[in-house]
């Protein structure tokens, strides 16, 4: 994804990096402020601890890919500025906001100007009310100049922190990555390491919040008050906030290239005229996802480990090559070992996607496996509809598989499901296939017949109409 061209179309590294899953953006697009996104605006509150502003949600604004965060002073000398965070409020719904613990928060922004007293601060606050520290400032902007602090509780509770100062102009467009694990806090600027925060690391959810600061004439630290400048507004404006969620890895720093996945496992088991097919992808952490799987109690194969992820779309192809002979049979799939970091992330689960018997998918095979455990699902082998002269068959209510071989004659079915039996054709091109109105059988039954291969040969399908492709299989 982009930003507009005001921000220089920048991408996002939050989106699709090893070891993330992105679960928030915000490019501004449209008219209005994204409430959804951003379910607290700030305000309400009366002055700022330090006196010197209130925050009025009247100073946020959005147009032209940007939102604006406005700061105008007041006649009485006070402040308004803007300010939201993707916090819930206290006593939200539960799903309200948008928070993570550990992972990667990307703010493209700029100030419209340095005015000394007065700037940015973009920080991450615990999205749990009424709880601090933790907090990570990612940037504030005392003396014209950028600050990236950590909070953290001491021992008996207060607040306690680390602060670091770097040159940058301010006015330009940046891009600030904060990258946050549990081995430390890294800003990095334009890709560019800036500051790294090994020793008070936070552990809890967090989420972003973006606002307007303005100093009091006895914080000499931040440059004391704006109100003798005669500058009477300031502005900061941003082009997107990316937030995606720690699943475990290493990061790669923003600006690397970044690795491609493992390539999927394709592996062919055993040996015989039918086939099952397995589609099979992981959520690795701490290692691979480990299973083994039984056709009828009988183990097959050893122990495999699934390679695909999950996040990518992928899949593992495992087929299984036997005779397993007429009638129903059983499946079942092993999740050897679990792993857990602690929250719902870092996480090692095993995926069933999808699973097929000779080219016709087998219902219900899909499975999660989120723990050590094991799941089943069945399949049918019906008896083949040989193509001699005269011959009939009669499936069942559910789904029935019908085989077709290119050898002469010709065949019925008495009731051939639309849309749940299946064709399936061996050594046939497809290309052969006709499907024409008509009638046969005893009764001389209305219906459709399939024509197929080379010698003639075809199914009425009694009673049945609107047959297609999407009937049939061709193996």
Same mark, same amino acid.
């Given at each position: +994804?982009?930003?507009?061209?005001?921000? #220089?179309? %920048?991408v996002?590294?939050?989106?699709n990096?090893?070891?993330?899953?992105?679960?928030?953006?915000?490019?501004?697009?449209?008219?209005?402020?994204?409430?959804?996104?951003?379910?607290?605006?700030?305000?309400?509150?009366?002055?700022?601890?330090?006196?010197?502003?209130?925050?009025?949600?009247?100073?946020?604004?959005?147009?032209? #890919?940007?939102?604006? %965060?406005? /700061?105008?002073?007041?006649? $009485?000398?006070?402040?308004?500025?803007?300010?939201?965070?993707?916090?819930? =409020?206290?006593?939200? &719904?539960?799903?309200?906001? !948008?928070?993570?613990?550990?992972?990667?928060?990307?703010?493209?922004?700029?100030?419209?100007?340095?005015?000394? @007293?007065?700037?940015?601060?973009f920080l991450?606050?615990p999205?749990?009310?009424?709880?601090?520290?933790?907090?990570?400032?990612?940037?504030?902007?005392p003396?014209?100049k950028?600050?990236?602090?950590?909070?953290w509780?001491?021992?008996?509770?207060?607040?306690?922190?680390?602060?670091?100062?770097?040159?940058?102009?301010? !006015?330009? =467009?940046?891009?600030?990555?904060?990258?946050? !694990?549990?081995?430390?806090?890294? *800003?990095?600027?334009d890709?560019?390491?800036?500051?790294?925060?090994?020793?008070?690391?936070?552990?809890?959810?967090?989420?972003?919040?973006?606002? #307007?600061?303005? @100093?009091?004439?006895?914080?000499?630290?931040?440059?004391?008050?704006?109100?003798?400048?005669?500058?009477?507004?300031?502005?900061?404006?941003?082009?997107?906030?990316? +937030?995606?969620?720690?699943?475990?890895?290493?990061?790669?720093?923003? @600006?690397?290239?970044?690795?491609?996945?493992?390539?999927?496992?394709?592996?062919?088991?055993?040996?015989?005229?039918?086939?099952l097919?397995?589609?099979?992808?992981?959520?690795?952490?701490?290692? $691979?996802?480990?299973?083994?799987?039984?056709?009828?109690?009988?183990?097959? /194969?050893?122990?495999?480990?699934?390679?695909?992820l999950?996040?990518?779309?992928q899949? $593992?192809?495992?087929?299984?090559?036997?005779?397993? /002979?007429?009638?129903?049979?059983?499946?079942?799939?092993?999740?050897?070992?679990d792993? =857990?970091?602690?929250?719902?992330? *870092?996480?090692?689960?095993?995926?069933?996607?999808?699973?097929?018997?000779?080219?016709?998918?087998?219902?219900?095979?899909?499975?999660?496996?989120?723990?050590?455990? !094991?799941?089943?699902? #069945?399949?049918?082998?019906?008896?083949?509809?040989?193509?001699?002269?005269?011959?009939? &068959?009669?499936?069942?209510?559910?789904?029935?598989?019908?085989?077709?071989?290119?050898?002469?004659?010709?065949?019925?079915?008495?009731?051939?499901?639309?849309?749940?039996?299946?064709?399936?054709?061996?050594?046939?091109?497809?290309?052969?296939?006709? %499907?024409?109105?008509?009638?046969?059988?005893?009764?001389?039954?209305?219906?459709?017949?399939?024509?197929f291969?080379?010698?003639?040969?075809?199914?009425?399908?009694?009673w049945?109409?609107?047959?297609?492709?999407?009937?049939?299989?061709?193996?």
């Open positions: +994804m982009t930003t507009s061209a005001t921000t #220089g179309n %920048i996002p590294s939050t989106d990096a090893p070891g993330l899953r992105q679960v928030f953006f915000d490019g501004f697009d449209g008219t209005s402020l994204d409430r959804a996104n951003w379910p607290t605006l700030y305000g309400g509150d009366g002055l700022s601890s330090n006196g010197a502003f209130r925050f009025d949600p009247g100073k946020l604004s959005v147009g032209n #890919g940007v939102l604006t %965060i406005s /700061g105008d002073k007041g006649g $009485d000398g006070i402040w308004n500025v803007g300010g939201l965070s993707t916090a819930p =409020w206290a006593g939200a &719904a539960a799903g309200t906001g !948008t928070g993570i613990t550990y992972g990667r928060v990307e703010i493209r922004a700029k100030l419209g100007w340095e005015l000394k @007293g007065a700037g940015a601060v991450l606050w999205t749990t009310p009424n709880v601090w520290p933790p907090e990570v400032d990612i940037l504030e902007t003396n014209g950028g600050m990236f602090t950590v909070h509780a001491g021992p008996s509770g207060e607040d306690k922190y680390r602060s670091q100062l770097f040159d940058l102009d301010l !006015t330009q =467009w940046h891009t600030y990555t904060t990258d946050w !694990t549990p081995d430390g806090v890294r *800003l990095y600027i890709d560019t390491l800036i500051c790294t925060e090994t020793n008070h690391v936070p552990s809890q959810a967090m989420s972003v919040g973006l606002q #307007g600061h303005v @100093g009091a004439a006895s914080e000499l630290w931040y440059g004391g008050s704006p109100n003798a400048s005669g500058v009477k507004h300031f502005g900061i404006e941003v082009g997107y906030v990316s +937030m995606a969620q720690w699943i475990g890895g290493t990061l790669t720093p923003p @600006g690397d290239p970044i690795p491609p996945p493992p390539p999927p496992v394709a592996m062919t088991i055993g040996s015989g005229p039918h086939m097919v397995f589609k099979i992808s992981e959520d690795a952490f701490q290692g $691979d996802a480990q299973y083994t799987i039984k056709v009828d109690g009988q183990q097959v /194969g050893g122990t495999f480990a699934a390679k695909a999950h996040s990518y779309g899949s $593992d192809t495992i087929i299984l090559k036997g005779d397993w /002979g007429l009638g129903s049979h059983r499946v079942e799939m092993a999740f050897l070992e792993a =857990w970091g602690g929250i719902g992330t *870092l996480d090692r689960n095993l995926y069933l996607d999808a699973a097929s018997y000779d080219g016709v998918r087998i219902p219900d095979s899909t499975l999660a496996f989120r723990r050590t455990g !094991t799941q089943s699902l #069945g399949f049918t082998d019906w008896s083949p509809l040989t193509m001699g002269a005269g011959e009939i &068959a009669q499936g069942t209510d559910g789904l029935d598989i019908f085989r077709c071989s290119d050898v002469a004659g010709s065949g019925l079915i008495k009731d051939f499901q639309i849309g749940i039996d299946k064709l399936v054709f061996s050594g046939v091109d497809a290309a052969s296939v006709r %499907i024409s109105d008509g009638h046969g059988g005893a009764d001389n039954a209305w219906g459709q017949r399939v024509t291969g080379t010698h003639g040969e075809s199914v009425f399908l009694r049945s109409w609107g047959v297609t492709t999407a009937d049939m299989r061709f193996t």
